[in-house]
């Protein structure tokens, strides 16, 4: 079974520990910054109907009840622990789980359909913006975030090198491979065409992250599909230790700041 298909298939090691130690450890460093910046652009269009899809333990969800308080959000997420776990900490938003392929919800109800770093974990990407066409008013706009690729970016690099360092010949590749592997304007511009929707924009955005190495180590290999990977390796504990500090010899030991680069993608639905 591929690394993705046990992160699916695993949710009670996902129920017990993971949301809070992504939310803890990963958010504020690596979604936090894109939150604010991503929730920004949307309140220049003014949506009063708002879905987010794969919202995970609420980063930007928070930002967009701030710059929003007067919209109807609509929360979802493929994962019932990451809605359960965002639903008791951000009020306000309709939360429920949902598959962005399959969306069970009434054509052109949204004025504005929104993803943070989710687009890449769609199996099927032009299904799913297919379903965000389907949901979207005419005229409307989806808006989402991908990532660069992984040396673009200062701390999934630094983890990518010590994961080459711990486990030589034998290096995990779902950090490479899904949260970084769609960071092609071309692909994305394709896909989204696929789905029925017109590109308006695609803008490289590098923001500045903050965080810890030891935060870090933790958040991937514990909090992320990662740790199944780590599983079939070795003992995960003593992994996420070794790989813990060979973060702290590539970014050092105490609060540390990184480039983190991504992609801002604006589309809209024909009217």
């Not at 699916?8 to 604010?36: H, N, R």
């Amino acid at each position: 079974m591929s690394t993705d298909s046990q992160w699916l298939a695993t949710d009670s090691q996902w129920l017990a520990t993971m949301p809070e130690v992504y939310d803890k450890c990963l958010a504020p460093a690596l979604f936090a910054p894109f939150a604010a910046q991503l929730a920004a652009s949307v309140a220049t269009l003014a949506p009063g109907r708002v879905l987010e899809l794969a919202a995970g333990t609420g980063a930007l969800t928070a930002e967009l009840v701030r710059v929003l308080p007067d919209a109807e959000i609509t929360a979802t997420d493929l994962n019932p622990a990451m809605v359960s776990w965002a639903a008791a900490r951000i009020p306000g938003p309709t939360w429920s789980q949902a598959d962005a392929q399959r969306l069970d919800l009434p054509d052109g109800g949204f004025d504005l359909v929104v993803c943070q770093f989710g687009v890449m974990f769609f199996p099927d990407k032009p299904a799913a913006f297919a379903e965000a066409a389907r949901v979207l008013a005419p005229g409307a706009t989806l808006l989402f975030t991908v990532w660069d690729a992984v040396e673009a970016s200062d701390f999934p690099a630094a983890l990518v090198d010590s994961l080459a360092a711990v486990l030589p010949g034998d290096l995990p590749d779902f950090v490479v491979r899904v949260p970084h592997g769609y960071g092609d304007p071309v692909r994305i511009t394709a896909d989204l065409h696929t789905g029925g929707l017109v590109v308006d924009s695609i803008e490289r955005v590098v923001l500045r992250g903050r965080s810890t190495a030891q935060a870090l180590a933790e958040g991937f290999c514990l909090g992320t599909p990662l740790r199944f990977a780590l599983q079939e390796r070795g003992e995960l504990e003593g992994l996420t230790r070794s790989l813990r500090e060979e973060m702290i010899t590539r970014l050092g030991d105490g609060p540390v700041e990184g480039d983190l680069a991504a992609y801002l993608v604006s589309a809209h639905k024909p009217s």
